[in-house]
């Protein structure tokens, strides 16, 4: 049986991104097309998302869209099918779809939000004539209000609200409810409201029919109190409801074999000319030109919950094993200037790039012998995927999608010929240092180091097991709602 579903976030890439959110609302179409769902990707109508619809098809006309009219508009967009909000009073503004020029968030996005959520119930239960769809997924607190606009709708239709990080709430004033247009019902524990404000990510849990997180082990790990960041009683109270479904990557996008910002391609049954790579990644970013230095890389924002405060104390421990270390990277300025410290005092063995550069980010992958990804908290992950798919092993810390995606390299797993990457477990900087030794080890015993690296090469990293959960996960959802 096909199925139609409307997708609403509030990025997608090639149009709008900020982070790992868009490539999964980007990824999803044309994987779930492989079974039987057809989707329909709901979207702002940014100025990069505008322009790319160019001529696109008017579907409606709404008079009022808090505050302002506003025209829903249709259009292939990469090989999808976008509907976009033209409402320029809201989405009509330059640079990130969150943050204002001056860096603080738009003063209305909750306003610009709750549209969002508005409209995805209004075409989902049969707003648009001739446009019918049995399932609407909302991506993250930003569509977080779509799952409440449904249950309160005349039509039922029922709703999957998937949790990309649950660290990003959306908690705007209870002064905000009345404008929702929500009934008053929904303003209570058992609704929206959440310890005093008005709660998207809370509605969207709260409400939709079904809860997914971006990986088996984030999803119960938000069912701790540790965790669960004032939501896992909810999430417990649910827990027959909540499931973990792990990303993936598209696999046509992140080929080592055709990328062009690699210097050279390779594969993973050729796989000698990405030592071409690890030397141009060393000359690019000023590091000494030894193929025999162990290459550490990271690819990321420079915070706290990544983890670089915990690379850069272990930095003696790398350097110790006669190791390379290679950082591109931007967020806090402490940790920007402790990179840019890290490197002036280690010439040729430190190398970094502040911002963020796509080439560089491609042939760290395809260069580095090692990606490290030592979060304290992460959902699921994108760059571990990445390394996988480009040869890199990943040292990962044991929580969330890491655990689920990297095999560790383990006496049993060894013995087995598995392994993919290194696990430390707690995330602590002493248990990263001994991390960073074991991997020092077996990198000295280059063809174990070499089998490892095959096997990550052979790992399945695209969507296509994770697009059969979601298929299922879909028409479940639709039978218990009819």
Known sequence: MSLRVLSVASE?????????LADVVGALPAALAAEGVRVTT????????????????????????????????????????????????????????????????WADNGVRFAALGAVAALVATGGIRNLN??????????????????????????????????????????ALFPLLGLPPQALSVEGVEY????GFLKAGLWYADRITTVSPTYAAEIRTPEMGMGLDGLLRGRAESVSGILNGIDEAAWDPSRDKLLPANFSATDVKPRAVNKAALQRRLGLEEDPEALLFGFVGRLTWQKGV????????????????????????????????????A???????????????????YGGADVVLVPSRFEPCGLAQLCALRYGALPLVAHVGGLSDSVIDANE???????????????????????????????????????????????????WRRSASRYAALYRDAISHAA
């Open 12 to 20: 997608c890439v090639p149009l709008v991104k900020t982070g790992g």
């Open 42 to 105: 709901l979207l702002p109508g940014y100025p990069a998302v505008m322009a790319a619809m160019g001529n696109g098809r008017a579907l409606r006309r709404i008079d009022d869209l808090f505050g302002g009219p506003a025209r829903l508009q249709r259009g292939e967009v990469a090989g999808m099918d976008i509907i976009a909000i033209d409402a320029p009073h809201l989405f009509a503004r330059p640079g990130n779809p969150y943050l204002s020029p001056q860096g603080g968030e």
């Open 133 to 174: 769809f049995d399932l609407v997924h909302a991506h993250d607190w930003q569509a977080g209000l779509a799952p409440a606009y449904l249950r309160f709708a005349a039509k039922r239709v029922p709703s999957v609200f998937t949790v990309h990080n649950l660290a990003f709430q959306g908690k705007f004033p209870l």
């Open 195 to 198: 310890f005093g404000t008005t």
């Open 309 to 344: 405060d915990l690379i850069l104390g272990a930095l003696g421990t790398m350097l110790g094993q006669g190791a390379q270390l290679a950082i591109l990277g931007t967020g806090d300025a402490e940790l920007e200037h402790a990179a840019r410290g890290a490197a002036w």
């Open 346 to 364: 280690n010439p040729g063995r430190v190398g970094h790039e502040i911002g963020y550069d796509e080439a560089l980010a491609r042939q760290i």
């Open 412 to 462: 049993m797993a060894l013995a087995e010929g598995q392994g993919t990457g290194v696990h430390f477990s707690p995330v602590s900087q002493e248990m990263l240092q001994a991390a960073v030794l074991r991997m020092a080890a077996l990198w000295r015993d280059r063809p174990l180091f070499q089998k490892l690296q095959a096997n990550a090469l052979r790992c399945d990293v695209s």
